[in-house]
């Protein structure tokens, strides 16, 4: 029979060893094992403590039961305050090594910007769809009727040699031109007609302003009294909206056989506004793109009544464009992908 003097002895060194052994753990993980030791209802040690119950005399075990419940009730109470407190300083630990500073410069993401053409094909679109252009999107690869014979330049015409041309076969080639499209819209399509056709156009020709391959906009109007000034009045709008406020455009006598008359049109050089600079080559003027009035032929090839309806059409260089609106003089730049150069035109 166990002294009832050496289990108060117990009890008190237990209690001791606890409060010991308490004050040197600083994380609840320890607290949890520390805590398991004593208090495991099998292997802990207040667990044992009440295991002796049945060899204490009966007229002490009241209070001995009462004397080990205290203790485990303080042990529990001890070792749940350390938990919180162990628990709110851990977390406060956290939030320090997780602390961010909300004032810092953010890390800049990287994000990309559209292709400068894609930029100029959808700045053009906008432009020209406020005036009620529809778009069409035409063939690379036509037939020679298309791109040639239909618009006025049957074989052998020696305005063929302006463009020259990768056949494919005597009679398919890849288009040279997006006029192409004129012919297959008026084919289809009675007047009024108002389309805008972007896509790319292929000629044997390469240096640091040519391209094998480049992009085109072509414009084409039919209606009734159709003339020269709604072209230039139309053509005054794109610059403005391309090029800036103040410009204006101005046209020159030139030749394709699809228009009559044909003009090149000049713009007012948005640079130096017409002083002359060594953008303009000193003339106050820069040349951006073909156009005319539709030949009566060619509405006549599409059976449209050439004495009822006269047309207006324009062709854009989509590279030339972009490299009189962006300051870029090798053309090659816009086929190289360099990031560091495209990176530069974001022009929203
Ligand atoms: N297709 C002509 C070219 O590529 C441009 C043009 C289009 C001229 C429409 C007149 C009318 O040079």
New binding site residues.
């Given amino acids: 029979m166990p002294e009832t003097n050496k289990l108060a002895e117990n009890i008190a060194a237990i209690r001791q060893k606890i409060q010991d052994g308490a004050e040197k753990l600083d994380n609840s993980k320890a607290v949890y094992e520390f805590k398991k030791s004593f208090l495991d209802s099998k292997a802990g040690e207040i667990g044992q403590l009440m295991k002796e119950m049945k060899n204490i005399p009966k007229e002490q075990r009241a209070d001995y039961g009462k004397a080990v419940n205290e203790l485990k009730e303080w042990a529990v109470q001890l070792f749940d305050d350390m938990d919180v407190k162990l628990k709110e300083a851990e977390l406060k630990r956290r939030y320090e090594k997780e602390k961010i500073d909300v004032t810092m410069p953010a890390v800049e993401t990287e994000t990309g910007n559209l292709h400068p053409i894609t930029q100029i094909i959808e700045q053009l679109i906008d432009v020209f769809a406020g005036m009620g252009f529809e778009v069409y999107e035409g063939t690379e690869v036509e037939n020679d009727y298309y791109n040639f014979t239909a618009l006025n330049t049957p074989q052998d015409h020696p305005a063929r040699d302006?463009?020259d041309t990768f056949y494919l076969s005597p009679e398919f080639l890849l288009r040279?031109?997006?006029?192409a499209g004129q012919i297959h819209v008026m084919e289809n399509k009675k007047p009024p007609i108002k389309i805008l056709s972007p896509g790319r156009?292929f000629r044997s020709d390469d240096d640091s302003t040519h391209s094998p391959m480049f992009g085109?906009m072509?414009g084409l109007v039919v209606d009734e009294h159709i003339t020269l000034s709604d072209l230039q009045g139309m053509l005054d709008l794109f610059v403005q909206k391309i090029y800036g406020e103040g410009t204006y455009t101005r046209l020159r006598p030139s030749y394709?056989p699809?228009?009559e008359p044909?003009v090149e049109v000049d713009v007012s050089c948005f640079e130096c506004g017409g002083k002359g600079c060594r953008l303009c080559k000193g003339t106050g003027w820069i040349e951006i793109?073909?156009?005319?009035i539709v030949n009566k032929k060619v509405l006549e090839n599409c059976g449209i009544d050439s004495e009822k309806y006269s047309g207006l059409?324009?062709?854009i260089g989509l590279e030339r464009t972009a490299m009189l609106k962006y300051g870029i003089n090798n053309i090659k730049t816009l086929f190289e992908s360099d990031l560091r150069a495209l990176k530069q035109i974001d022009d929203k």
Avoid: I, K
Avoid at 176 to 179: A, C, E, P
Avoid at 289 to 292: E, R, S, T, V
């Fill in positions: 302006m463009q040279t031109q997006t006029s156009v085109q072509e394709f699809f228009t044909s793109l073909g156009a005319g059409a324009f062709g």
